[in-house]
């Protein structure tokens, strides 16, 4: 189990939480069918393919360079209100990394609880709004409880909560977003947004538990 | 389920090819930015206030169609229903600023919001002044005291219109503003649609309705509407959302307005001439004056069938915008 991963590290963990977007389109598809308007799916896998590109084509000397060239090629190229969010998770979570060497588990706590206090900024939006700060809000608190051990304890303690976070919003009415005007037609249904956040948290306790 | 026919080559290219077909059609008045899905006016005159418009593609002919002599100067153009990322918003912000700042005018959408917003801090930071209005038209989406909860629908025409003309004939972006609010908060619409449209990339239906179904209030996106009923004639259908946009206003006799019916996609214009007809009936008994019409295709949703009804409430001042010609691809009146 990985303690700390430098730039290069970091660049593959964030890797493979593109390969895991990329790899579920139809399953954030279909999710998004049953709320929205079916697109979150087609759009995320925009997003992260062009992380995926940014990093292999210019790799991060820094871990907050890594964290940052995804956020702003997720920005750049998702488009909607899914670019918008996880690119500025990855864009203002990875700037709170500045000058770490490498990143353990406080910092992978601070990467996730700076970006969750910004995109709910942007976004203003909160709890309970059947998004994707459900999943990266518990998330978040989780790696926080685990900032003083190892990173694949803090990674796998934040999966498991964004997971619960996406059952969680099953119950949810959604309030903000396309899916707002469903109102309890939205009731049963996962937000496509909670799972998006989930693949990506089970994609890096996948990566840091194999180092 | 079979997959929706179309007309198309790679579904992931939809959005790049309509684009350059757009600017050829255009023959050289309207020019793609390098690099980013963004429109604009090849001529943007000195001194003038700028107006960008912008949100998802697959809405054809709004929102980049509306680019042309006292209409939008320039179109910032996301993915298939999808807002546009905040580099293609700045790059036609910095492509149309003449100095005299830039109105963003666009549909009130969460993700279209937050990628325009993300621009105008990234604008500012430039120098570059950028002003918001976001158009909240539809009357389905939210009751009146949670105004910002409705997403805009066809008053973008009408917006577009209106700040077009304000924005090519005033020296100052507060002026342009002010006019354009205005617009916004006299502009009520509600739709109904027939049958679903389909994403390209997906080949997929966005929602599901009967064969003797419609839902009224339905949004653009196959957003869920107020009411979902039995397939009614086009008189009760028009009497029923003519009442609810009269109602929210409230309209009052003696009001001039402006009536636009949109075409959702897939509509004729037989059937949409038959439900104008009876909402002028329906507001002539109300005692409101038709200054007006307006009856086509502008924002639709790919193949979804179905239409909406816009109601703006004009004043001197918004006449005057409304009634200065305007000449684009996607709405022209002489």
């Known amino acids: 189990m990985a303690d700390a991963l430098d730039a290069a590290a970091t660049a ?19 999710a998004d069918q049953a709320v929205g308007d079916g697109d979150h799916g087609i759009g995320m896998r925009r997003g992260f393919e062009a ?7 210019e790799p991060p000397a820094t871990v907050e360079a890594a964290c940052r060239a995804v956020g702003t090629a997720v920005m ?10 996880f690119g500025t998770l990855f864009r203002s979570g990875g700037a709170a990394l500045a000058g770490r ?15 969750l206090e910004a995109v709910m900024k942007r976004g203003g939006v909160g709890a309970g709004q059947k998004t994707m700060i459900d999943a990266l809000m518990p998330a978040a608190a989780a790696a926080a409880k685990a900032a003083d051990g190892p990173l694949a304890a803090a990674t796998a303690a934040a999966a498991a909560a964004a997971r619960q976070g996406v059952e969680a919003t099953r119950g949810m009415i959604a309030t903000t977003g396309k899916a707002r005007t ?10 496509p947004g909670a799972i998006s956040m989930a693949l990506i948290l089970e994609a890096m306790r996948d990566v840091t538990a194999r180092l | 389920m079979a997959r929706p026919k179309k007309l198309i080559n790679d579904p992931r290219a939809v959005v790049t090819e309509l684009l350059d077909g757009l600017v050829l059609a255009n023959d050289g008045r309207v020019k793609k930015l390098d690099g980013v899905d963004a429109l604009v006016a090849t001529h943007v005159p000195d001194g003038k206030v700028a107006l960008l418009v912008g949100g998802g593609s697959g809405h054809e002919p709004l929102f980049h169609g509306f680019i042309g002599r006292n209409l939008a100067d320039g179109a910032a153009c996301g993915q298939i229903f999808a807002a546009p990322p905040p580099d293609t918003i700045l790059a036609a912000t910095r492509a149309v600023n003449r100095g005299k700042g830039v109105l963003y005018l666009y549909g009130n959408y969460a993700g279209d919001n937050m990628n325009f917003d993300i621009a105008a801090e990234l604008a500012a930071d430039e120098g570059i002044e950028v002003r918001t209005v976001r158009v909240w038209d539809d009357v389905a989406a939210a009751p009146p005291e949670r105004m910002q909860d409705r997403r805009g629908i066809a008053a973008d025409v ?7 003309a304000a924005a090519a004939t005033l020296g100052s972006l507060d002026e342009v503003v002010r006019v354009a609010e205005k617009a916004r908060d006299g502009v009520r619409s509600m739709g109904v649609a027939v049958a679903a449209g389909s994403i390209p990339e997906t080949g997929q239906l966005t929602f599901e309705l009967a064969d003797d179904e419609i839902e009224i209030g339905m949004g653009a996106h196959g957003e869920p509407g107020v009411a979902r009923r039995k397939l009614p004639t086009a008189d009760e259908i028009a009497d029923d959302m003519v009442a609810r946009l009269l ?5 009052r006799r003696g009001d001039e307005v402006a009536l636009l019916v949109n075409n959702l996609g897939a509509t004729t214009m037989m059937e949409m001439l038959i439900v104008y007809r009876r909402a002028r009936k329906v507001l002539a008994d109300a005692g409101i004056t038709v200054h007006r019409s307006d009856v086509g295709t502008w924002l639709t949703t ?6 909406s009804i816009t109601l703006l409430k004009l004043d001197d001042e918004l006449k005057r915008y409304l009634d200065m010609p305007a000449e684009s691809l996607g709405y022209s009146r002489a």
């Open chain 1, 51 to 57: 992380a995926r590109a940014k990093l292999a084509a």
């Open chain 2, 302 to 307: 790919q193949e979804m069938a179905g239409l």
């Open chain 1, 76 to 85: 750049g190229a998702t488009g909607g209100a899914a670019g918008a969010v």
């Open chain 1, 182 to 191: 469903l109102g309890e037609r939205s009731l049963g249904h996962p937000d």
């Open chain 2, 158 to 164: 009408y917006m577009i219109k209106i700040a077009g």
């Open chain 1, 12 to 30: 593959r963990m964030l890797d493979a939480a593109a390969v895991a977007i990329i790899a579920n389109v139809e399953v954030l598809t279909a």
């Open chain 1, 101 to 115: 060497e490498t990143l353990d588990a406080a910092g992978f706590a601070t990467l996730l609880q700076t970006g």
């Open chain 2, 247 to 251: 109602a929210d206003l409230p309209f």
